[in-house]
């Protein structure tokens, strides 16, 4: 299955489901499944702005999955502004950025520890384990 990497605390906004859309500045037919994974590294002003305890964030692991439904393309910076709420990020410096709309969103009993990729990346493991 596929896994896409995102800087802490974004991963635990998506398993919140405190954010809905995920905004890249590349595009990508993919819909369905994907699993979550929280990198290594850190966006500090998402941490300062959502007073997230950064102790608690787990870092280098898969820790959920989700299904992207859909594809939304931002032209402008008024259609982003509109979906802030579901993206929660600042305007982006370059448009078009597409937000992935994420659904079933599911966070893992047990994160498995994995070195992410850019991009979506294949990853096999159980995840009983």
């Known amino acids: 299955m596929k896994a896409l990497s995102m800087k802490q ?3 635990e906004l998506i398993l919140n489901k405190r954010k809905t859309i995920e905004t890249r500045t590349w595009k990508s037919d ?9 990198s290594n590294n850190l966006m500090q002003g998402f941490i300062d702005k959502f007073s997230i305890d950064e ?6 692991a ?8 859909d ?12 979906d802030s709420h579901k993206h929660l990020m600042d305007i982006p410096n370059k448009l078009p950025t597409y937000g992935y ?11 498995i520890k994995l070195k992410g990729k850019l ?5 096999d493991f159980d995840e009983g384990k």
Do not use: W
Not at 30 to 38: K, L, S, T, V
Not at 101 to 111: A, G, H, V, Y
Not at 119 to 123: L, P, T, Y
């Open 30 to 38: 993919f819909r369905g499944e994907f699993y979550i994974h929280a």
């Open 101 to 111: 709309i994420l659904d079933n969103i599911k966070r893992l009993d047990n994160p």
């Open 55 to 60: 102790s608690k964030l787990i870092k280098g």
């Open 119 to 123: 991009n979506f990346f294949e990853v």
């Open 9 to 11: 605390p974004v991963p």
């Open 71 to 82: 594809m939304k393309v931002y032209n402008t910076v008024e259609d982003f502004k509109l």
């Open 62 to 69: 898969i820790v959920g999955k989700a299904s992207i439904i």
